[in-house]
C-alpha cells in the first residue's frame, strides 16, 4: 500500500493513523479497531482489557525515574462520525476511507475523515510504543459509541483504572483547551387529554423561518423556539376566546432548537382567530434576533379530525409548554460568557389522545441538572403531566485550582512561546462521564486541530498533529 502520511511526523502516529483509517468504525462498528488495539497491546507485550462493547484499555509502565509518579490517564474514543457527499461512493460497513494531503491538511475524499477523534488514537499507539518517552505509568482508554449517547464511557469498568489525573484527547484546538461541559438529561412530559366531538371549523396553523441551532452551544444566542413560541401564540388566542386542540407537532430532536411547528385547531369563528393570531406574532416578531427575521405564520382552513381535546386539555397542553423551563437558565460563576444551566423543548408530538413534550435540559453543575429535572416533575404535577427522565449523564464542572491545567499552559507556552487558552463548553464531553465515575480527576481536553468534524470536509491540521504529539509528550514528562 502506498502510504499517504509516509513521509509526515510524528512518523508513527501517522503511521497508525493511515492504518485505523483502513478499518470502518462507524458508532456501535468498533470490533475491528478494537481486533487493532488488541493486537498492538500483544505485540508489544502491554497490558489490556477489552469490554463487552469493545472500549480497550492499554496500560504501559511508567518509564525510567518515573515509577513512584501516579498513573495518567489518556483518553479518547475509537468510533467516528460516518458522513458522506451525496456523490459519493462509500460503504462505511466495509470501505477503508482514501486520504490524502492538501496544503498541509489531510482529509478524506468526500468523506468524514474520522479524525475526530482518530487523532487520539494514533497519539496514544504511538505513545505507548515510544520506549524514549518519558512518562509516568499510562492508562489508555479507548472508548466507544462516543458520538452516539457515549456508551462506552457509560458502561466501563472504572475499577480497572488507577490514575487520577486525564488527558482527553477530543477536542479540536491545540491552542485552547476545554476545562468545563455540561451534562445532560433528556424528560418526557406526557399530558393525556380527553376528546369530544368536533363542533366548530379547524384552521391549521404553520410556524415556520426560524434559525434554529444547536440546544447547547447556540442556546446563548436568543434565538426563539418554534413550539414555545406556537404555545404563546395560541395562548393568546385561548384568552380571547377558547378554543380546542387537535394537534400539535414541531421540532424533530431533542438536541437543536426547533425552527417550526405546526398545530391544528377548531374555532368558533375562524377569521376573528386568524386575526388574533397574525396579531400575537406581530407583537413576537419585535421581539426576535435578527437570526430569526424569516418568521412567518400561515394560517390555512384544514378538514380532517372529527375529535378534538376539550377546553380543559386544550389549555393544560398550552399551559405545560409556556411553564416549562425553557433557554438559558443561569451563567457560570466562573467563566464570563457560559451557559451553565439550560433546557431545550426540541419536540412536541401529538399521538392519538396524548401530547408528548421532549426536553433536554444541560448543566455543568450537576445538582443545578438535578433542579431543573425537579421543576419538571412539579410542572408536572400542577398539570397533571407525567414525567420520565432518561439518558442523564454527568457534567464535568470548571475546579478552581487544576494541577494538569497548570502543566498543559507551563508546556504550552514552553514549545510554541505563547499562552493557550482555555475554554468551557455548554455541551456534552466523555470527561463527565469519566470524572463521575471515578470520584474526581483533574482533567484537561484539547487535541490537535481539526475543522468542520461530523462533515465530508472535515480537516486535520498535519503541522497541529506534529504539535500535538509533542505537546503531550512535553506534559507527561513534567506529570
Ligand atoms: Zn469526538
New binding site residues.
Partial sequence: MTRILENYEPKRACFHFENISAIPRGSGNEKGIADYLVSFAEQNGLWYHRDGINCVLIKKPASKGYEDHAPVILQG?TDMVCEKNLDTVHDFEKDGLKLKVKDGWLEAEGTTLGA??GVAVAIMLAILEDKSAAHPPLECLFTVM??TGMDGALDFDYSLLEGRTMINL?SEDLDCATVSCAGGATTTMTVNCDTSTRKNKLLKVTLKGLAGGHSGVEINKGRANANILMARLLSALYDKRPFNLVSINGGNKTNAIPRECEAVIAVFDPEDSKETLLEAAKVVSNELCDEDAGFKLHINKANGSDFVMTYKDTSRVLRAICLLPNGVMAFSRDIKGLVETSSNLGIVRTDGQAVRLITMERSSVDSKLDYVMKQFDMLGRCVDATVEHSERHPGWEYARESRIRDVYFESFKKLFGYEPKFEAIHAGLECGIIGRSLGKVDTVSFGPKVVDIHTPDEKLDLKSFKDGYELVLEMLKKL
Avoid: F, G, N
Fill in positions: 474514543h475526530d477523534d462516543e458520538e477530543d
